[in-house]
C-alpha cells in the first residue's frame, strides 16, 4: 500500500493567490522528499526537494515545509498562476534505498481566472 | 539536453494481447526506473535498473510482465498477455549519478479493452 497520502484531492485557488498543498507521510525513516507537478498528458516535473536536515526550503514562487514530528509535507505556491494548474505529488524516499521514490495519490490544483 | 523519450505515446488492445513499451534515457543516466500510473493515483515503481542491470524488480508482475536494459541505455517494459487492469501509463524516469532528480518522460498510455 501507499505510505504517502494528500489531505485533499483537489484545490480550486483564484489566480494571484497563494496555494497551499498539504501531504502526510507514514514512513518515519523517510529522509528526502520531492514535489512533483504533472500536467495532463505528460510525466512528472521536478518542482522542489527537502531534506530532512531541514524544515523549510525555497524555490522560485514555492517553498516546501517539513514537519518531521507529525511527518506532514506542504507545497506553498506564491501568486498562483494559471500555469500552475496540475496535479501535484509529494514523494518520499530513504536514503540508500537506491532512491526509490514513494508518491502520494496527488492533488489536483485549479486556478480561477 | 533531449528529456527521456518514450514511445508509443497511445496503444489501445484487447486483454490477452500483448504490448511492449520502449524508453531512451538521457545521454549518460545510469539508474532507469519504470513507473505505472492508474488513473487518478500516483506512479508505482515496477522496476529499477542500474546500467543494465537489475537493481529492484519485486513490484514487478512477473507472470506478465518482463522489461529488459540489455545495453545499459535504452530500456523495454512488456505485457504480455494484458488484463483489464493493466490499463494505465507507462512511465520512464532515469536519473545521473550526482543528483537526487528524476527525470520523467512524457509516459505511454495503454488502454486495454
Known amino acids: 500500500g501507499e505510505s504517502v497520502g494528500l489531505h485533499l484531492p483537489t484545490l480550486s485557488v483564484q489566480e494571484g493567490d497563494n496555494s497551499i498543498i498539504n501531504c502526510a507521510y507514514s514512513?518515519?525513516?523517510?529522509?528526502?522528499f520531492i514535489w512533483y507537478k504533472q500536467e495532463s498528458g505528460k510525466g512528472p516535473q521536478f518542482i522542489i526537494d527537502?531534506?530532512?536536515?531541514?524544515d523549510k526550503r525555497q524555490g522560485q514562487r514555492v517553498t516546501v515545509l517539513l514537519n518531521k514530528t507529525v511527518k506532514h509535507l506542504s507545497l506553498q505556491i506564491a501568486a498562483t498562476q494559471p500555469g500552475d494548474s496540475a496535479v501535484y505529488f509529494c514523494?518520499?524516499?530513504?536514503?540508500?534505498?537506491?532512491?526509490?521514490?514513494?508518491f502520494g495519490s496527488g492533488t489536483q490544483l485549479t486556478v480561477l481566472p | 539536453e533531449a528529456g527521456v523519450a518514450q514511445s508509443p505515446r497511445y496503444k489501445i488492445i484487447e486483454k490477452r494481447q500483448s504490448v511492449a513499451f520502449w524508453c531512451n534515457p538521457i545521454?549518460?543516466?545510469?539508474?532507469l526506473y519504470w513507473y505505472q500510473q492508474i488513473l487518478g493515483q500516483g506512479p508505482k515503481l515496477l522496476i529499477q535498473?542500474?546500467?543494465?542491470?537489475?537493481?529492484?524488480d519485486s513490484q514487478l508482475p512477473k507472470d506478465r510482465f518482463s522489461a529488459e536494459r540489455l545495453k545499459g541505455v535504452d530500456s523495454t517494459l512488456k505485457i504480455q498477455p494484458a488484463k483489464l487492469e493493466d490499463s494505465a501509463v507507462y512511465l520512464c524516469?532515469?536519473?545521473?549519478?550526482?543528483?537526487?532528480?528524476?527525470?520523467f518522460g512524457e509516459g505511454s498510455r495503454l488502454t486495454v479493452l
Open positions: 524516469a532515469t536519473r545521473g549519478a550526482n543528483t537526487g532528480e528524476l527525470f
Open positions: 514512513n518515519s525513516a523517510s529522509d528526502y
Open positions: 527537502i531534506r530532512s536536515n531541514m
Open positions: 514523494a518520499e524516499t530513504v536514503s540508500g534505498s537506491a532512491r526509490q521514490l514513494t
Open positions: 545521454s549518460g543516466h545510469a539508474t
Open positions: 535498473f542500474q546500467n543494465n542491470g537489475v537493481v529492484d
